[in-house]
């Protein structure tokens, strides 16, 4: 394996800002499942429910890729000058 220019400052990129902030919500949510189960019963049978996991899987996978994407000026690379 061998780790990107910006493998240091990593914590600075947003795709990895959002990573950490999914995974202590499925800490949260692990350690209390009832709240998981309380928003869900919110959620009426049907259709709609299986609309909006559909559109929960599509958001928690598009917002960090995107952010990966994007220019983040915050982290510098090699080709952007000396460290």
């Known amino acids: 394996m061998k780790?990107?220019?910006?493998a240091r400052q990593a914590w600075r990129m947003a795709?990895?800002?959002?990573?950490?902030?999914?995974?202590?919500l499925a800490g949260v949510l692990t350690a209390n499942p009832h709240l998981a189960l309380g928003?869900?019963?919110f959620i009426p049978p049907g259709p709609l429910r299986y609309l909006l996991a559909a559109g929960v899987?599509?958001?928690v996978f598009a917002l960090p890729t995107i952010a990966r994407l994007w220019h983040q000026p915050k982290v510098k690379g090699k080709s952007d000058g000396p460290r």
């Open 3 to 6: 780790l990107i220019d910006e």
């Open 57 to 59: 899987g599509l958001v």
């Open 15 to 24: 795709s990895v800002q959002l990573a950490a902030a999914a995974a202590i």
């Open 39 to 41: 928003l869900i019963a």
